[in-house]
């Protein structure tokens, strides 16, 4: 089965923290179990919750705007063009200290699901 999805066709989901994620593919749009795909956008001055996820690993690719990530403690500035790799089980929080909207890929595998997602700010 060929799923296409379009960023304006989804329903966003808007945390209290300010992320607005817009799932392409996953278990929540029924399109694969195997990963997921989001768009995310952070606006400026957000970050989402420290957390980390027990089976999955996530990757993150920078569409536009700059993007601070800490993964274990460590902190990387990110760019358009430039992705992370984040393992199971480490933790990790990203931040827009920058003036615009930024824009990201999230890919999680096997797909995201809440229970595998631990935060660690609550």
């Avoid at 089980?89 to 096997?110: K, M, R, S, T, Y």
Wanted: proline content about 7%.
């Amino acid at each position: 089965m060929t799923t296409i999805q379009h960023k304006d066709d989804c329903t966003p989901l808007t945390s209290e923290h300010g992320e607005i994620v817009y799932e392409l593919a996953g278990t929540a749009v029924g399109s694969s179990q195997q990963h997921s795909l989001a768009h995310i956008e952070l606006p400026p001055g957000k970050a989402s919750l420290k957390h980390y996820h027990p089976i999955a690993e996530e990757s993150y690719y920078i569409l536009n705007g700059t993007a601070r990530l800490v993964i274990d403690g460590e902190t990387f500035t990110m760019t358009p063009g430039q992705a992370a790799v984040i393992t199971p089980e480490q933790v990790h929080q990203i931040f827009n200290d920058g003036p615009d909207v930024l824009h990201f890929l999230a890919v999680c595998a096997p797909a995201w699901t809440p229970d595998n997602s631990v935060y660690l700010d609550e």
